[in-house]
């Protein structure tokens, strides 16, 4: 097939969980189809990560939208539009004339559109269909969300939350075809016959390690300029962490991803916890680990930091908001706690457990290796395009008579 790949951000480097999974997607679609990106970019893309996105598409496209400018066109549009606030945000007028100069010049077999955030621009070549990666529903993660803030900015989560709903709904419907990671997603959105494509983990990025990790440590890794993130932190940080701690003199909690907010920051003044920032990779800090924790309370999709960490092996103790979207097996795969006590006697559990500890690393490997691999992704995706075409080709039922 010959695809038109249109996303909001650069795939590479992979900062986001957007960019992982569209670097992964173009990735292993090249094996056997070519790939013509088009991608929205705040700055000029680094040389470096143009190069490796050169290795995997037949052609880049890259539309700048500086960030004062996103944002001018928010304050501009937003009281007034109908569009979500996010999708505003993205608003280019020349990425949808870039989709439509580049279709009239090569014959597209489908246009991928990564996610709503480019849901103006990718109907500009009416005669391809186009197929929409919904991701997780903005719609579930922002109903999420608005529970945890405070009543001034959940009156703007309001707004957003009834946006969000009708245009992902308006998207799925225009669209030849779509797809999200979970069905609670599905859900959400409120189309049935979207699939469900999850993510997938690269086992060779993220390697299994059976050696020697630091005594007593926990770890937690995302992004951390991202609310999600940062609410799980902090929350930890407030309602586990000093319950552990007393227990547990010398455990540590290294906190590990960029852009890490003040509130985070704020964290490291408490004795045993570390913010590292950004890193050049999550591996090591999951090798060394006792422990990977991710107390998520909020968002949508899946959570791809639960997925490396099982590769690498570090036994994760997370919350049942958290697991949902992957499926593994409590106390198997993982230790599940739905509150704070729950969620500090799991990890008590393992860290005085080393057999329990390397049993559960052993079979949550297995069970990701089995269960969630980029080439079975990109074969789910091929027969999304598949489906998609053959339905845009369905010619009419003549009138009777």
């Known amino acids: 097939m010959n695809i038109c790949f249109v996303t909001a951000r650069f ?90 100069r580049a279709a009239r010049r090569q014959k597209f077999d489908v246009i991928h559109a990564m996610t709503i955030r480019v849901g103006p621009a990718v109907f500009a070549a009416p005669d391809v269909p186009v197929v929409v990666d919904f991701m997780d529903s903005f719609a579930a993660n922002i109903s999420t969300r608005r529970a945890l803030v405070g009543p001034l900015k959940r009156r703007v989560y309001d707004i957003e939350l009834a946006r969000v709903t009708a245009y992902e709904r308006e998207i799925a419907h225009r669209a030849a075809g779509g797809f999200v990671i979970a069905d609670l997603d599905r859900k959400a959105i409120g189309v049935p016959g979207l699939a469900i494509i999850p993510n997938g983990v ?37 309602e586990c962490w000093p319950e552990l701690k007393s227990h547990q003199p010398d455990l540590r909690l290294v906190i590990v991803g960029a852009r890490p907010s003040p509130a985070v920051l704020a964290l490291a003044r408490q004795p045993g916890i570390e913010v590292t920032g950004r890193v050049e990779s999550m591996v090591p800090y999951l090798h060394r680990a006792t422990i990977a924790v991710c107390p998520i309370r909020c968002g949508s999709g899946m959570q791809n ?84 075409i053959r339905a845009m080709n369905v010619p009419p039922l003549e009138k009777a008579g």
């Not at 059976?210 to 407030?238: C, H, I, K």
């Open 11 to 100: 795939p590479f480097p992979i900062t986001k969980g957007d960019t992982l999974r569209a670097y992964y997607q173009i990735r292993e679609l090249s094996r056997e189809h070519s790939v013509h990106l088009i991608a929205v970019a705040e700055n000029a893309v680094p040389p470096s990560a143009f190069a490796e996105m050169q290795k995997y598409c037949s052609g880049i496209e890259v539309v700048k939208v500086g960030r004062a400018r996103s944002f001018a066109t928010v304050a501009a549009l937003g009281i007034g539009s109908r569009l979500p606030l996010q999708v505003l945000y993205f608003l280019a007028p020349e990425l949808q004339a870039t989709v439509e």
């Open 305 to 388: 930091k639960l997925l490396e960490a099982m590769a690498t092996g570090a036994p994760v103790v997370t919350t049942e908001f958290a697991n949902r979207g992957i499926g593994a097996v409590a106390g198997r795969d993982v230790a599940v706690g739905s509150d704070a006590a729950q969620l500090v006697d799991a990890i008590s559990l393992l860290l005085n457990d080393r057999a329990l500890r390397e049993r559960q690393a052993l079979s949550a490997q297995a069970w990701v290796e089995a269960t969630y691999g980029w080439s079975r992704h990109a074969a789910a995706l091929v027969e999304e395009y598949s489906r998609a």
């Open 202 to 238: 690269d086992l060779a990025a993220f390697p299994f390690y059976s050696g020697e990790r630091d005594a007593q440590t926990l770890v937690f890794t995302g992004n951390m300029g991202y609310q999600p993130n940062v609410d799980a932190v902090t929350w930890f940080a407030a």
